[in-house]
C-alpha cells in the first residue's frame, strides 16, 4: 500500500523555556543554521536593544540592524541594508512589530529567519505572515514560516502584562475562527483542512481551559504553544482561516475607523471573539470566553475599551468589509445595524450575569 503523506512547514527548533535566549548561539550552531556565524540581527529601540547587551558576545559575527518600527517601508529598508552582508540568517529579536519587519525583510532577501520573540502578544512569531503598516493602512504579506523559535520566559515575565494578555485574547480567538471557517464549510463548502482547524482550536482550549495566570511558567508555556501552533496551523492551510474569523473582520474594522482610539489586537479580538460565539447560538461558550478574559484582565465590553455601544455596533456592520470573500457568522446572519445592536444588548446582558 502506498504511504501518503503531506509535508508542514514549521519551524526545525521550539524552544520555550526560562534561560532559553543564553543558548540562541548554540541553536544556530547545531542545527546547521548558521556554520559562520554570520548573522543579521534585527532589534526594537526598546526590549531587544537592551537584551542586545547580553547575547551579543556569544554572536561575535553578527551585525546589529534597528528597526523603527512596524511598516512596509521599515521592512524593505531594512532588506536593502541586509543584502549586501552574506548572511547565514536574519534573527529578529523583539516583539511582533520587530519579527514581522524581520520574517518580510528575510524573505525578500532569500534568507531563513530566527524569531526569538521577547513578548507573546500575538501569533505572529511563527505565522507564515508579516502584518506592516503600509500608505492603505495595515496590509497581512506572505512569507516563510520562522526556521526556529525561542521563548525564554524569564524574557516574557519581563515585558509589561498586557502583552500576555494580548497574547491571550489572540489564542482564545481561534476558537471562534475554527467555528466560522466549519460554518462556512456546511454552508459554502468552503474547503476545511482538519489538521489545521483541529491544531488551531486545540490551541485555543488549552489557553480556555488553563487554571495558571500571566505570572505562571505553567500558563505562559501553554500560552506560547497555542500561539505556536497557531503559526504552524496557518502554514498549514495555506491561509489565516484557522485564526482568524469574525473576530478578526471586528477588530479590523475598529482600527480603520477609530485608529487613534483602537486597542491592542488581541483585546479587540479576544472581545469579537466572545460576541461572535454569541451570535452563532453558542452563549454558554460566549460566557466561558468572557470569563476567562476577564480572569485574565482582558475587557469583554467595547465600554472597556472606550467605545460606545453604538461605535461598537457601526464596527461590527462594517466588519465584512474588511475582509472580501471571506464568510463568518457576520456575513451568514447579515445583522442590520439594529439588529447588531439588539445582539450586543443580548451579549452584554448574558456576559454579566
Not at 519551524?11 to 546547521?32: K, M, Y
Not at 501569533?123 to 506592516?132: E, H
Not at 467555528?179 to 489545521?196: F, H, I, P, Q, T
Amino acid at each position: 500500500m502506498p504511504v501518503l503523506t503531506r509535508l508542514i512547514p514549521s519551524p526545525v527548533v521550539v524552544d520555550i523555556r526560562p534561560g532559553a535566549l543564553d543558548d540562541l548561539a548554540s541553536v544556530l550552531a547545531d542545527q546547521r543554521i548558521s556554520h559562520s556565524g554570520r548573522l543579521a540581527v534585527a532589534v526594537s529601540g526598546g526590549s531587544g536593544a537592551r537584551l542586545r547587551e547580553r547575547i551579543a558576545p556569544s554572536l561575535p559575527g553578527a551585525t546589529w540592524y534597528e528597526v523603527g518600527g512596524g511598516t512596509l517601508d521599515d521592512a524593505i529598508r531594512l532588506a536593502d541594508e541586509m543584502k549586501s552582508g552574506h548572511y547565514d540568517a536574519v534573527v529578529g529579536l523583539g516583539g511582533g512589530k520587530i519579527i514581522d519587519c524581520a520574517k518580510y525583510s528575510a524573505a525578500r532577501i532569500g534568507l531563513p529567519m530566527v524569531a526569538v520573540a521577547t513578548n507573546l502578544s500575538h501569533d505572529g512569531i511563527c505565522s507564515p505572515v508579516s502584518i506592516l503598516d503600509n500608505d492603505a493602512g495595515r496590509g497581512s504579506y506572505g512569507v516563510p514560516t520562522p526556521i526556529a523559535l525561542l521563548i525564554d520566559l524569564t524574557v516574557i515575565r519581563e515585558a509589561p502584562i498586557r502583552f500576555v494578555r494580548s497574547g491571550i485574547g489572540d489564542a482564545l480567538s481561534n476558537i471562534s475562527a475554527v467555528a466560522d471557517w466549519e460554518l462556512s464549510n456546511r454552508v459554502n463548502g468552503e474547503k476545511l483542512d482538519g489538521l489545521a482547524a483541529a491544531m488551531a482550536r486545540q490551541a485555543g482550549e488549552a489557553v480556555l481551559r488553563h487554571p495558571g495566570g500571566c505570572g505562571d511558567d505553567g500558563f505562559l508555556t501553554v500560552l506560547s504553544e497555542g500561539l505556536v501552533l497557531s503559526g504552524v496551523a496557518m502554514s498549514i492551510a495555506g491561509h489565516t482561516r484557522p485564526s482568524s474569523g469574525a473576530c478578526h473582520e471586528i477588530s479590523h474594522a475598529l482600527d480603520l475607523l477609530y485608529p487613534k482610539r483602537a486597542a491592542s489586537h488581541g483585546e479587540q479580538v479576544g472581545l469579537g471573539a466572545a460576541f461572535a460565539t454569541h451570535l452563532r447560538g453558542d452563549h454558554e461558550g460566549a460566557r466561558l470566553m468572557a470569563d476567562v478574559l476577564r480572569r485574565h484582565g482582558l475587557p469583554v465590553l467595547a465600554e472597556e475599551i472606550g467605545f460606545s455601544d453604538d461605535e461598537f455596533v457601526r464596527a461590527v456592520e462594517f466588519a465584512p468589509e474588511t475582509r472580501p470573500g471571506r464568510y463568518t457568522v457576520l456575513e451568514h446572519l447579515e445583522l442590520s445595524s439594529r439588529g447588531i445592536k439588539e445582539a450586543y444588548a443580548d451579549y452584554v446582558t448574558a456576559v454579566a450575569a
